[in-house]
């Protein structure tokens, strides 16, 4: 299995990328380039997963690449991206601390 075997989805994610994914880290090329690293990582760890594992799986922070065993020799692959604002602020101001709360117990 090669990234040549999936050349068909790399291609329409290329496509997509260009077309409608607003990315101020990567050009389409920088991109392609990214799929295709990604892509010889997720065939790696789907050949060499754990026994009852179906999954091989590759990720940055704006693409997630996953290989899903199939019935066929040929896994199936999914293409994601992954949504990322560099503008998103945090939901709670830095100055709000998280409670710890104990655990109930049988006694309560």
């Known amino acids: 299995m090669t990234v040549e075997t999936f050349k068909k989805e790399i291609a329409?994610?290329?496509k997509a990328y260009d077309k409608f994914v607003m990315c101020l880290e990567k050009s389409p090329e920088e991109f392609e380039c990214t799929v295709n690293s990604l892509?010889?990582?997720?065939?790696?760890?789907?050949?060499s997963r754990s026994p009852?594992?179906?999954?091989g799986l590759a990720?940055?922070?704006?693409?997630?690449?996953?290989l899903i065993q199939s019935d066929n020799a040929r896994p199936l692959c999914g293409i994601y991206f992954n949504l990322h604002s560099p503008y998103q602020k945090n939901a709670l101001p830095s100055t709000v601390k998280a409670i710890s709360q104990k655990p109930a117990t049988e006694e309560d």
């Open 52 to 55: 009852g594992m179906r999954h």
């Open 12 to 14: 329409a994610a290329v």
């Open 59 to 66: 990720l940055d922070k704006q693409v997630t690449i996953i």
């Open 39 to 47: 892509m010889l990582k997720a065939i790696s760890a789907y050949e």
